[in-house]
């Protein structure tokens, strides 16, 4: 039976539906945005004390003086508050386990802590060039060209960002206009949107076919011809991301030649294929690289994080391999916004590329999360929701239409005032499972445009690259509520 082990609680959650956009005056590079928006505060760093202190001007009459907040930045504008920093500060409140936001809950492993310190030791503490630490794009240079067949020029071939959500923004500021488009695949991580909306670039939604009753993310697969549909004259770039985020789908050979097939219709159509997950690849799944099909490589940019490959999300270390033609825009975009990255964990991490390969790290890291993966799998299984098993990434979703909201539950405010009862679902359940059951998750529904967000009412994300004993923990939380 069902019981409620936390006192339910209204919580106001200014969620804005973003998907608008910008008039075409407001260009990126045409007015001055500070960085540190485009990035969010991790809550976890935070005591709930010194957030209840802080207050964010969202109007002139909140500023101390008669000053308009920019249209895309104030929370009615086209920035919606970051879901993730709100449902881990709901943990924080609550002290609910967090298997809401990718954010491992253990240490690196020590060789990489070693590279930081030895780094740090050795005097790197000022600027360095832009697009990269030398450390760091020799070491991404060399480490890649393998896999991408070819050799790599570190200096006119890679660069650098302060976080791969950098690369994201500066990849999209570089090649797209106001008015443009952007072709995304369904449901998405939500930075593609943030990042298109501070330049006036519209996304345009291809919803990834999710099987009713599906239990593997093998399942999940994309219609070529409605990827076709989606593709316009005003389309400048199409974002790809495997191993997917939130799915845990791992694209096969011949689906990425189905969607390689589509890109060669439209000469002018670029490629941004987010891989940071590429080292999370598990039951024997292979990843393919995007770039390496016909006719790709000179279309396509390539992302990568140091933070997921090495579990420091904290360090905010991107970097991404590309054409000399699209590599360039991208320096010039990073001298004009931070310059570089930290150089210290930038050479941090250009010394333990080379140390993971030696010492086997990727395979023995990959072997953890997938040991992980099933204890959370099992454990949702167990305690009657029906997760879909992920092939890849740190992310599993769940079908939670098993779930009972009670009847007293009161949705969430999106005025902050009165409750909304047609909010979705996902968010719901995701308050929840958060206040009552001390469980924290993300909803479904923010990877979604507008007009698909009816599809992800059911679906809740968990993040497996979490400790051992977190997963464990929410497990017989989620036992002792639902069981």
Same mark, same amino acid.
């Given at each position: ?9 209204m ?5 804005v ?11 990126? #590079? ?5 960085m ?6 991790n809550?976890l760093?935070q005591?709930?004390?010194v957030n209840? /202190?802080?207050?964010?001007?969202t @109007? ?11 249209r895309t930045?104030r ?5 919606a508050?970051n ?7 709901l943990?924080?409140?609550?002290n609910?386990v ?9 240490n690196?492993a ?14 790197h ?9 030398p ?12 896999s991408? %067949?070819?050799d790599i020029?570190p200096?006119?071939?890679v660069t650098?960002?302060n976080g791969?959500?950098?690369?994201i923004a ?16 369904e449901?998405y991580?939500?930075?593609y ?6 330049? %006036? ?5 291809v919803?990834m ?6 239990h ?6 994309i219609d070529?011809?409605?990827l076709?549909?989606?593709i316009?004259?005003?389309? /400048?770039?199409?974002?790809? @991301?495997?191993?997917? @985020?939130?799915? %845990?789908?791992v ?23 987010d ?6 690849? #598990?039951?024997?799944?292979t ?5 390496r099909l016909d006719?790709?490589?000179s279309r396509?940019?390539?992302l990568?994080?140091?933070g ?9 270390i ?7 033609p ?10 004009s916004t931070t ?6 964990l ?11 390969a030696d ?10 999360l997938?040991?992980r993966?099933?204890?959370l799998?099992?454990g949702?299984?167990? &305690? ?9 990434g ?14 007293h ?6 005025? %902050?005032?009165?409750p909304?009862? &047609?909010l ?13 059951v *001390?469980?924290a998750t993300i909803?479904?529904s923010?990877f979604?445009?507008?007009? @698909?967000?009816h ?5 809740l ?7 051992e *004993?977190?997963?464990?923990?929410a497990i017989?939380?989620? /036992?002792?509520?639902l069981?």
């Amino acid at each position: 039976m069902m019981q409620s082990i936390r006192k339910p609680s209204m919580i106001s959650l200014h969620l804005v539906r973003a998907n608008h956009a910008i008039p075409k005056q407001s260009h990126f #590079f045409a007015r001055t945005i500070s960085m540190t928006s485009m990035t969010s505060m991790n809550p976890l760093a935070q005591s709930e004390q010194v957030n209840k /202190k802080r207050s964010v001007a969202t @109007n002139a009459d909140d500023l101390p003086f008669q000053l308009k907040l920019s249209r895309t930045i104030r929370s009615d504008g086209l920035l919606a508050p970051n879901i993730f920093a709100h449902f881990s500060q709901l943990a924080l409140q609550y002290n609910a386990v967090n298997l809401g936001q990718g954010c491992p809950s253990e240490n690196p492993a020590q060789f990489i802590v070693d590279a930081a310190a030895e780094s740090l030791h050795a005097g790197h503490h000022q600027y360095h060039r832009p697009g990269g630490h030398p450390i760091l794009i020799n070491a991404v240079a060399k480490h890649y060209s393998a896999s991408f %067949g070819r050799d790599i020029d570190p200096l006119t071939e890679v660069t650098a960002f302060n976080g791969a959500q950098h690369g994201i923004a500066l990849s999209i500021a570089s090649l797209c206009n106001p008015g443009d488009e952007i072709v995304v695949i369904e449901p998405y991580f939500d930075a593609y949107r943030k990042a298109a909306n501070l330049v %006036g670039a519209t996304i345009r939604g291809v919803p990834m076919r999710i099987p009713a009753g599906i239990h593997s993310a093998h399942d999940c697969s994309i219609d070529p011809d409605a990827l076709e549909r989606a593709i316009t004259p005003r389309t /400048k770039l199409l974002l790809l @991301n495997s191993p997917h @985020n939130p799915t %845990g789908k791992v694209f096969t050979l011949s689906e990425l030649q189905e969607i390689a097939d589509v890109v060669r219709k439209f000469p002018n159509l670029a490629v941004l294929s987010d891989e940071v997950y590429e080292s999370s690849v #598990f039951d024997g799944h292979t990843h393919h690289r995007f770039c390496r099909l016909d006719g790709m490589e000179s279309r396509t940019l390539t992302l990568f994080s140091a933070g997921k490959s090495f579990s420091v999300t904290g360090w905010r270390i991107g970097y991404m391999i590309g054409p000399s033609p699209l590599i360039a825009p991208l320096l010039r975009a990073v001298q004009s916004t931070t310059f570089c990255c930290p150089a210290p964990l930038e050479v941090a991490v250009g010394l333990a590329i080379p140390r993971a390969a030696d010492e086997g790290y990727f395979q023995e890291q990959c072997q953890s999360l997938q040991d992980r993966r099933d204890l959370l799998v099992d454990g949702l299984t167990d &305690v009657g929701l029906t997760p879909v098993t992920p092939h890849g990434g740190w992310f599993c979703i769940a079908d939670t239409s098993s779930l009972p909201l009670p009847a007293h539950h009161e949705a969430i405010s999106t005025s %902050g005032t009165t409750p909304d009862p &047609v909010l979705s679902r996902d968010i719901q359940a995701a308050t929840w499972l958060t206040q009552e059951v *001390g469980v924290a998750t993300i909803p479904l529904s923010p990877f979604y445009t507008e007009e @698909n967000k009816h599809l992800a009412d059911k679906f809740l994300r968990f993040s497996f690259c979490k400790s051992e *004993g977190d997963i464990e923990r929410a497990i017989v939380l989620l /036992k002792r509520a639902l069981k």
